[in-house]
């Protein structure tokens, strides 16, 4: 079995910081993404950031360019998501996913569909 604990969520005041981190444990499985999405209260979730395994290459929402950064530390299994310059309107739980098929397209990585494992979510509330 796999699991993703995602951690690193809380409040914080508009224009603050917060680092998610998103560890993964178990089976051993073969990982080409992992990617963090996000749901407020009465939307839709929605994509947020994703990095391929292999490269390191990464893909953003236009929502959070420049204000959000991806990593991963391999050794640790463990992929990061330091957000900053936050705003009320991202109030949501995010939640921390993994690929393990293969797809040529970097557009699959922004759909939650392409995904097989889930985390259980971390909640981020910006305060204004």
């Known amino acids: 079995q796999v699991q993703l604990v995602e951690s690193g969520g809380g409040l914080v005041q508009a224009g603050g910081s917060l680092r998610l981190s998103c560890a993964a444990s178990?089976?051993?499985?073969?990982?080409?993404?992992r990617g963090w999405f996000r749901q407020a209260p009465g939307k839709e979730r929605e994509f947020v950031a994703a990095?391929?395994?292999?490269?390191?290459?990464?893909y953003y929402a236009d929502s959070v360019k420049g204000r959000f950064t991806i990593s991963r530390d391999n050794a640790k299994n463990t992929v990061y998501l330091q957000m900053n310059s936050l705003k009320p309107e991202e109030t949501a739980v995010y939640y921390c996913?993994?690929?393990?098929?293969?797809?040529?397209?970097?557009?699959?990585?922004?759909?939650?569909?392409?995904?097989?494992?889930w985390g259980q979510g971390t909640q981020v509330t910006v305060s204004s």
């Open positions: 996913a993994a690929m393990t098929g293969y797809y040529y397209s970097a557009s699959s990585y922004y759909r939650g569909g392409n995904y097989d494992y």
């Open positions: 178990g089976r051993a499985f073969s990982e080409y993404g």
């Open positions: 990095i391929r395994m292999r490269d390191g290459n990464t």
